[in-house]
């Protein structure tokens, strides 16, 4: 794969990433990490997280009954203009060099809402994997939702350096 980087800071500011998340984060440690990324990445790109209130009463509802409601809650959210980009442990796993390139992709064609999802403690149901563009695993190893949101937000501001060229992320 070839790593060329971006010139022109215009297209930084057109292209948004939304980070669609299930429930909120509990735990105060992965709160502040998050919360420093996504002040990090201000400086780059317009960044929104949608947090999506996790199902009161999911003790009485069976693992398909959860996706599919969660799926109804996702779906909503996005808009059919929006790539949607699934978190999932089956999707294509990037290296961050590689993850760069893919950002930078999606930023040189136009996209102007790039959809990531973190689904919930049972996957996606049949219809959000219908609607989604692509898959994208940030590891083999499974981690809980609330750390993925970290991982994540991680790995898009680690992108970002390599995409102008700073020294965050060293080869």
């Known amino acids: 794969m070839e790593y060329s980087y971006l010139k022109s800071n215009a297209l930084f500011c057109k292209m948004k990433v939304i980070l669609i998340q299930l429930g909120k984060t509990a735990d105060t440690y992965i709160q502040e990490g998050v919360s420093q990324y996504v002040n990090r990445l ?21 693992k398909d009954e959860i996706k599919k409601q969660e799926g109804i809650l996702i779906l909503k959210n996005v808009q059919v203009t929006d790539e949607l ?12 060099l590689d993850f760069s390139v893919f950002i930078q992709q999606k930023m040189n064609a136009g996209t ?5 999802v973190v689904g919930g403690a049972f996957g996606f149901s049949e219809e959000v994997y219908a609607r989604a563009n692509t898959k994208v695993s940030l590891s083999r190893l499974t981690f809980s939702h609330q750390m993925v949101r970290l991982f994540f937000a ?14 965050y992320h060293h080869q």
Request: hydrophobic residues 35%; without cysteine; aromatic residues 12%.
């Open 42 to 62: 201000k400086h780059y790109i317009t960044f929104e997280e949608k947090i999506i209130p996790a199902f009161k009463s999911s003790a009485s509802m069976s």
């Open 85 to 96: 980009v699934l978190l999932d442990e089956k999707g294509k796993e990037y290296t961050s």
């Open 112 to 116: 102007k809402n790039l959809v990531f």
């Open 154 to 167: 991680e790995q898009l501001y680690r992108a970002m350096t390599i995409i102008k060229g700073e020294k």
